[in-house]
């Protein structure tokens, strides 16, 4: 279930990457959430047009998922590949310091 606009939750940062990911594994949007009290930048993330568009893509090869993850504290590469022939990649960065370079093989 997201967990994306539950009072006290996730920053703004941490719902992005909350959404992106579920969105690249095919998972079940199931908002847990009161919708009467969410917040407007919550909402804002749920209604993402693309990242919508990623999750309910069905003609893909399969469900995405992590590809590459060098250490815990570092960049992490998802990825899921579209029916159109394209690939949807989320990028996290873990670490505490920007990361200028990011390579993402699969």
């Known amino acids: 279930m997201l967990q ?5 939750g996730l920053t ?4 992005r990457v909350h959404f992106a990911t ?4 095919s998972s079940l949007m199931l908002i847990g959430a ?3 009290n969410i917040d407007s930048a919550s909402l804002g993330i749920l209604k993402t047009p693309g990242i919508v568009a990623v999750s309910q893509d069905r003609g893909g090869s399969r469900q995405g998922g992590r ?3 060098p250490n815990l504290q570092g960049p992490e590469c998802w990825a899921k590949h579209m ?5 949807a990649v989320v990028l996290i960065n873990r670490g505490a310091e920007g990361v200028s370079n990011v390579t993402c093989t699969w």
Do not use: Q
């Open 4 to 8: 994306i606009g539950d009072p006290g």
């Open 83 to 87: 029916s159109d022939g394209s690939a």
């Open 12 to 15: 703004v940062g941490e719902a």
């Open 67 to 69: 590809v590459s993850a």
């Open 22 to 25: 579920w969105a690249v594994t």
């Open 34 to 36: 009161p919708l009467n």
